[in-house]
């Protein structure tokens, strides 16, 4: 567990804590403001986590996407530019495989419409789909309905991807050299290829 405190803080450290003083004055509040956690997790863990957490926040209604990258503005290694690269997510497997893809310099959009598909996790390019599915989110009923949008977007000349929480998080390494290959063949830059 992570626990924050401001100037004048004098914790007492036990087992499983990892204290972080911060540089704000101390609110009095047992828990922290949203924005000044998000800072923190940032400001201590770098821009992945950082990035993870915060748009986290926006998903639940915490926090605005202004106050999110206002939140983020003063983190170290973090340059102005990849404040926009904060975008509406609905998991931090989402945000880890957009990151990832745009420090490659991949066009990426989050959360994209696609007409007669729906809603899509990542449209990478013009034509492939990156879905981020987990066990919690994706049961029986999602996994028929998933492959028939699957199905769908490849009519209409989309190639999909779905990459699990365990590709994402327990695989990464493997996961990012495969996603290496695909990008290197640059098909995602072509429209979609219409099926006949």
Not at 5 to 26: F, M
Not at 40 to 56: D, F, K, N, T, Y
């Amino acid at each position: 567990m992570h626990v924050v405190g401001g100037r004048g803080w004098n914790p007492a450290w036990a087992p499983g804590l990892v204290l972080h003083p911060g540089a704000s004055a101390q609110t009095g509040l047992p828990v922290w403001p949203v924005a000044d956690c998000v800072a923190q997790v940032a400001h201590r863990h770098g821009l992945e986590p950082g990035l993870i957490v915060a748009e986290s926040a926006v998903h639940l209604g915490r926090l605005g996407l202004d106050d999110a990258r206002a939140a983020l503005a003063h983190t170290p290694r973090l340059d102005r530019g990849q404040l926009d690269w904060l975008a509406p997510a609905e998991s931090g497997s989402e945000t880890r495989v957009r990151l990832f893809l745009r420090q490659s310099r991949v066009p990426v959009r989050a959360q994209q419409l696609v007409p007669e598909v729906g809603r899509v996790d990542l449209l990478v390019g013009d034509s492939l789909i990156i879905e981020c599915d987990s066990a919690a989110h994706h049961g029986e009923t999602n996994y028929e309905a998933d492959r028939r949008r699957d199905l769908r977007a490849r009519n209409l000349g989309y190639d999909t991807l779905r990459l699990s929480y365990q590709q994402i998080w327990n695989e990464w390494k493997s996961t990012t050299a495969s996603l290496y290959r695909i990008i290197r063949q640059r098909r995602h830059l072509r429209g979609p290829q219409i099926c006949t």
